[in-house]
């Protein structure tokens, strides 16, 4: 069992920047890949960051990339996600992930979500 709370989430304007943070408790961190998903109004939901549970490996969506970096601290049990050069096509509900599998991960079936943060980009 893990628990995921997000955090950092807020209203900022287009071209600003904004740092997502993920806090996992539970079983050992280090043993899960982690990753974003995110879901604006009306839409389904899809993947944004993952990265492996060494860190060592990253994948992105290709509306973010370039634009957004994961990163994890294994020994405070947190992944991060920087968020640069924002656009209002990225408002929506954004999920922190964990699996054992960095497959399940990127292909969109992790095991644990988190219960969201809210980002709002204004034009």
């Known amino acids: 069992q893990v628990q995921l709370v997000e955090s950092g989430g807020g209203l900022v304007q287009a071209g600003g920047s904004l740092r997502l943070s993920c806090a996992a408790s539970?079983?050992?961190?280090?043993?899960?890949?982690m990753g974003w998903f995110r879901q604006a109004p009306g839409k389904e939901r899809e993947f944004v960051a993952a990265?492996?549970?060494?860190?060592?490996?990253?994948s992105y969506a290709d509306s973010v990339k370039g634009r957004f970096t994961i990163s994890r601290d294994n020994a405070k049990n947190m992944v991060y996600l920087q968020m640069n050069i924002l656009k209002p096509v990225d408002t929506a509900v954004y999920y922190c992930?964990?699996?054992?599998?960095?497959?399940?991960?990127?292909?969109?079936?992790?095991?644990?979500w988190g219960q969201g943060t809210q980002v709002t980009v204004s034009s």
């Open positions: 990265i492996r549970r060494s860190g060592t490996t990253y």
């Open positions: 992930v964990a699996d054992e599998g960095y497959i399940r991960v990127v292909s969109g079936g992790p095991e644990y």
């Open positions: 539970g079983r050992t961190f280090s043993n899960y890949a």
